[in-house]
């Protein structure tokens, strides 16, 4: 089973910028796509981007694309979501997710993540 660790949220002006980490432990994480979701007060988890294992490919939802970037580092067993022009409805506890099948694609459904982080709290003020 692998273990992922959240870090990097806080308070932000609207306009500025984060870098969120997860670290991962317990199982090979070069092999496994990797994927950030966010849930915001009263609202359902959503997607935000994913990272396929090698790191070559990347996909995004709409409302980041542009603003947003995953990376990871395999050799550190970290991934990165790096926010940008940050804006208050960006505001919402993040959650990094490793999904459970190995050398994958990017992977934007939530089911097929079968590990998760316990979340890092972003807001972001107007």
């Known amino acids: 089973q692998v273990q992922l660790v959240e870090s990097g949220g806080g308070l932000v002006q609207a306009g500025g910028s984060l870098r969120l980490s997860c670290a991962a432990s317990?199982?090979?994480?070069?092999?496994?796509?990797m994927g950030w979701f966010r849930q915001a007060p009263a609202k359902e988890r959503e997607f935000v981007a994913a990272i396929n294992w090698s790191g070559g490919s990347t996909y995004y939802a709409d409302s980041v694309k542009g603003r947003f970037t995953i990376s990871r580092d395999n050799a550190k067993n970290t991934v990165y979501l790096q926010m940008n022009s940050l804006t208050p409805e960006d505001t919402a506890v993040y959650y990094c997710a490793a999904e459970r099948e190995p050398y994958g694609g990017v992977v934007i459904t939530e089911a097929l993540y079968d590990a998760w982080g316990q979340g890092t709290q972003v807001t972001v003020s107007s």
């Open positions: 317990g199982r090979i994480f070069s092999a496994y796509p």
